[in-house]
């Protein structure tokens, strides 16, 4: 019997694609197929296959099943929901899920096994090898003369007699076993309360959201252990998924975990190997990888038994996948938890609006850390009030900053500088002409880069050395750095204490995950006395001679009109200041502010969380924005800015007409032209109860933009540029 087998390509199409059932293929959903699209073959995955009888078009044959794992059904479930709640083509989070698969696997091992051989010329050195072959696992020559305790060129000669044969041998893709009856860590009295009722939530299996909310250094990494032991425990093929937000961080939980289980998790992020991606990739597919800690996109491995989801840091802004496929992992962390049926905790120090509203009405259980562990206490927080103590003409630290930092130093304990902006200069002026330089084709500015001698775009990529002259009116030395990026405050605070140890903590200084390990470590073991850092080590983290955290620039975030901006600043100070005190020392946090009055200082000062957050959630249901509305913001850019307000105009006009939903714009973008192209915004609210995907589906589908007009939909933004 003819089948049709709707195959879905990892492209930005609309849709699956219908391909012939050769006869005597057999295929089943989620099986990796190759397909002709046009002249070439690609990869797919079938979706779904149905009955070609009397069909009257004619498809192309699939040309073959990969030897490849296939796609458990809920992984294909999850894909297809994520592309429909994001309003893009399910090819896109098919990409994501198939990233590990296209990875190139690992070069064969080359292992010495005995072929039988017997030796014309027996030697004591030579009998050592071949008891060693006999008794151990499969070794590489190398490991083989170790392990006989032999000269390699023993192992030689035994190779070139025939005594011994090269074999090729593929690693077998699996990780280690867990030990989840392992003792874990000593918990207080709260943290055992709370791991238990978290571990009975994962016994009763089946779909539940908790948030776990604790105070910094309160022992949340410790309790949520306890649950993934819980569900490793009730099911003997479950899996543990740890999302976290940072690669630094994830060195840091590694490591935990590995405590804790005796065996080391597996690790998936971008600074992750191709062939180790791949390993990981079929590990998680047939069941051999227990427990996966990594950032967002290991949301999207093809897991064949999920239990437990935990998002650790889950109100951090990086979770957030901006560019091509749009999401935020943690609302999908919840979907996907749903879909596969299992648990899903979010933790936090400074939750959500979105996730403590739907823990205050009871969609999510909400338990609480509100101490932390040990004798550590939570860091007093003083305001330093910038008018009246502003700092020196061309520096940025402030006077009772740098005397708190004397006495810091004096005792020999360690200071966290925090400024959550990377570089030398955030801006490079020419004091001749007034020139801002910007990346070409863009309206972003270039920022210095000291160490490197370049100017940077952040936002596209580009860079060049910093010109002797200004580009734009061609005069010599003038070129003048405007305000303080973290390298600029490492210069200052050398200058200020030239005995101290420094060192620079951002994505420019630990720019893969060993860089990232080797300053966390030389930070715990006391091998630095003044970190100054982004936010990059600004959460998570626990360095136990830490005491004092100085924020340089406290109002930094609450610039521009991005309607999250208080709360992501409370948040992100609230994480910083955290940092200090973690061990038996006090700790204490100074807040360089200029506006030492508003609202978000004046809580942080005053460590009044819940008061922020219910000023905050006034306003925001005032004006019906999120937690108690939705938003969603479409970006429409081209190179050619008459045709793009013709077409924007147009796709205003056709704009549904839908109860509780408002359209805003067109307007100018922020960041109006990048790379070339001129870009224009929309933003559209929603009451809770509109089907906001839906909405934005109808309405994309009503407008066909030309060639150079890209549409690009972003459901819940936390950009407004």
């Known amino acids: 019997m003819l089948r049709i087998a709707s195959v879905l390509l990892p492209l930005p199409l609309p849709e699956a694609f219908d391909y012939a059932e050769p006869e005597g293929l057999q295929l089943a959903p989620g099986d990796q197929v190759a397909v002709p699209l046009g002249p070439r073959l690609v990869r797919g995955v079938v979706m779904s296959l149905r009955d070609g009888a009397g069909g009257n078009r004619p498809l192309k044959p699939v040309a073959g099943l990969l030897d490849e794992p296939a796609l458990p059904p809920r992984t294909l479930e999850f894909v ?13 989070p098919l990409a994501i899920a198939l990233r590990g698969a296209r990875a190139p696997r690992a070069r064969p091992e080359r292992i010495a096994v005995a072929t039988g051989t017997v030796t014309a010329r027996p030697t004591p050195a030579r009998e050592k090898v071949l008891q060693a072959v006999r008794g151990a696992a499969p070794l590489s020559p190398a490991a083989l003369a170790r392990q006989a305790g032999v000269t390699a060129s023993v192992v030689k000669a035994l190779l070139d007699e025939g005594v011994l044969a090269i074999r090729l041998t593929q690693r077998e893709a699996a990780f280690a076993e867990p030990d989840f009856a392992r003792p874990g860590s000593s918990l207080n009295a709260s943290q055992a309360a709370t791991a238990q009722a978290l571990q009975a939530q994962v016994a009763e ?7 776990l909310d604790g105070v910094t250094g309160s022992g949340k990494t410790e309790v949520y252990l306890e ?15 740890i999302l976290l937000p940072e690669i630094a961080l994830t060195q ?23 062939p180790e991606r791949r390993r990981v990739w079929e590990a998680t597919a047939a069941g051999r990888c227990r427990i996966v800690v990594g950032a967002r996109s290991a949301l999207f491995l093809p897991f064949r038994n999920l239990r437990l989801i935990v998002v650790d840091e889950e109100h951090d802004g990086s979770f957030k996948q901006e560019e091509g496929f749009i999401y935020h992992a943690r609302d999908l962390a919840v979907a996907r938890g749903k879909i596969e049926a299992a648990a899903v905790v979010l933790a936090s120090a400074t939750p959500s609006l979105e996730t403590l509203r739907n823990a ?64 030398y200069a955030p801006l490079v002026l020419c004091k001749a002409c007034g020139e801002r330089l910007c990346a070409p084709d863009s309206d972003s500015w270039l920022v210095e880069h000291r160490y490197s ?17 200004c580009p734009h009116c061609g005069a010599k030395d003038s070129l003048v750095s405007i305000g303080p990026g973290v390298e600029r405050v490492e210069e200052e605070a050398r200058a200020l204490f030239p005995q101290a140890r420094l060192g620079v903590f951002s994505s420019d200084t630990a720019f893969d995950a060993r860089e990232a390990r080797r300053l966390i470590g030389a930070m ?24 004092l955290v100085g924020v340089v620039d406290a109002d930094l975030g609450l610039r521009g009109g991005d309607l999250r901006a208080g709360e992501r600043t409370f948040q992100l100070l609230a994480q910083a200041s955290g940092r200090a005190g973690r061990a038996e020392r006090p700790g204490r946090a100074l807040l360089q502010t200029w506006a030492p009055d508003h609202p978000v200082m004046q809580a942080l000062a005053a460590q009044d969380r819940d008061g922020f957050v219910a000023a905050e959630m006034a306003e925001r249901e005032a004006a019906g924005l999120p937690p108690f509305g939705r938003l969603a913001a479409v970006v429409v850019s081209g190179p050619d800015p008459v045709a793009l307000e013709a077409f924007v105009q147009a796709m205003a006009r056709a704009a549904p007409n839908a109860s509780g939903a408002e359209v805003y714009g067109p307007a100018d973008a922020p960041l109006g032209l990048i790379r070339g192209r001129r870009r224009k915004r929309f933003l559209v609210r929603a009451d809770r109860g509109v089907d906001l995907s839906a909405y934005m589906a109808a309405w994309r589908a ?3 933009p030309p060639g150079a007009i890209r549409i690009a939909v972003d459901i819940d933004p936390y950009s407004f540029l």
């Open 80 to 92: 297809t929901w994520a592309a429909r709640y994001s309003v893009d083509a399910p090819g896109q």
């Open 702 to 704: 009503r407008v066909r």
């Open 360 to 423: 205050e009405t009871g969609r999510y259980r909400w338990l609480r850390l509100s101490a932390r562990h040990g004798a550590a206490r939570l860091p007093a927080i003083t305001l330093v009030d910038l008018r009246e103590t502003p700092p020196e003409t061309g520096r940025w630290l402030s006077a009772p900053l740098v005397a708190a930092m004397g006495e810091t130093f004096a005792r020999g304990e360690q200071t966290l500088l925090f400024l959550n902006r990377r570089g």
């Open 524 to 547: 715990q073991e006391g091998e630095i006395d003044i970190l100054v850092a982004t936010q990059a080590a600004a959460k998570g983290h626990n360095f136990p001679n830490l005491t």
């Open 205 to 211: 299996g089946g779909f539940s959201v908790t948030l």
């Open 252 to 274: 840091a939980v590694i490591g935990r975990v590995a405590d804790r289980f005796g065996a080391a998790p597996a690790e998936w992020h971008s600074d992750v190997a191709p």
């Open 227 to 241: 649950a993934a032991a819980a569900a490793l425990a009730s099911d003997p093929a479950g899996q543990v998924l």
């Open 453 to 469: 001698g370049r100017l940077v775009c952040h936002l596209t990529g580009f860079s060049m050395p910093k010109p002797a002259a």
